[in-house]
């Protein structure tokens, strides 16, 4: 597997059932931090509301993942979220549905009926992108030579995670899985670097 699926931007969706509304936001994460950070940020924006359920998955192994029901009855909420995420077979991707309460109760059915809703109602607003899987690794070399590493991290398509350029300059850079072996097989070839692979 070289490339896996996410959503490209944040989007936003509502349904209403019986006087409650259910909003549905969802949006890309890199990390549980990243989540919690955006979690909050709706929470202050929907002060009012009753309910901020949600699920995530993170990363390509499958296994990381949360849904939390936050005080709905369990298994109504967080569950149907996460099955819908899981449905489009996306990852790096969040969604939290956020509920003001309208005086009626929906029931368990209901409830999941309602979580599960707007939760692939958000997701059909968001376009699914296709992303290269990334192999992380880190660059050292001499400022002199920054325009020859900067053509080679553009002509295998890597992606510059973080960059301090002093003197003596190092890069951490993403080189796409499929291009892996060139490319170090070029670094090879170049002098005056040093390159080791960062272990996640």
Avoid: W
Avoid at 1 to 10: C, G, H, K, L, V
Wanted: with cysteine.
């Amino acid at each position: 597997m070289d490339n896996y699926f996410t959503i490209e931007t944040t989007s936003i969706a509502e349904f209403k059932d019986r006087g409650s509304k259910f909003i549905g936001t969802v949006f890309q994460i890199e990390n549980a931090v990243d989540f919690k950070l955006k979690l909050n940020a709706i929470k202050k924006e929907h002060i009012k509301a009753v309910h901020h359920c949600f699920a995530y998955r993170i990363g390509l192994a499958g296994d990381n993942f949360r849904i939390n029901d936050d005080g709905e009855p369990s298994g109504s909420a967080g569950k149907p979220i996460l099955g819908q995420i899981d449905s489009k077979k996306v990852t790096n991707t969040a969604i939290v549905v956020t509920r003001y309460f309208g005086g009626t109760l929906l029931g368990v059915p209901g409830l999941i009926n309602a979580y599960k809703t707007v939760a692939a109602l958000a997701l059909q607003t968001t376009p699914i992108i296709q992303k290269p899987i990334l192999i992380p690794y880190e660059l050292a070399f001499d400022y002199l030579y920054q325009n020859d590493i900067m053509r080679f991290l553009k002509q295998y398509n890597c992606v510059i995670l973080e960059s301090n350029i002093n003197l003596f300059s190092t890069i951490k850079f993403g080189i796409p899985k499929r291009r892996e072996a060139e490319a170090l097989f070029k670094m090879q070839e170049m002098h005056n670097i040093t390159v080791k692979k960062i272990l996640c």
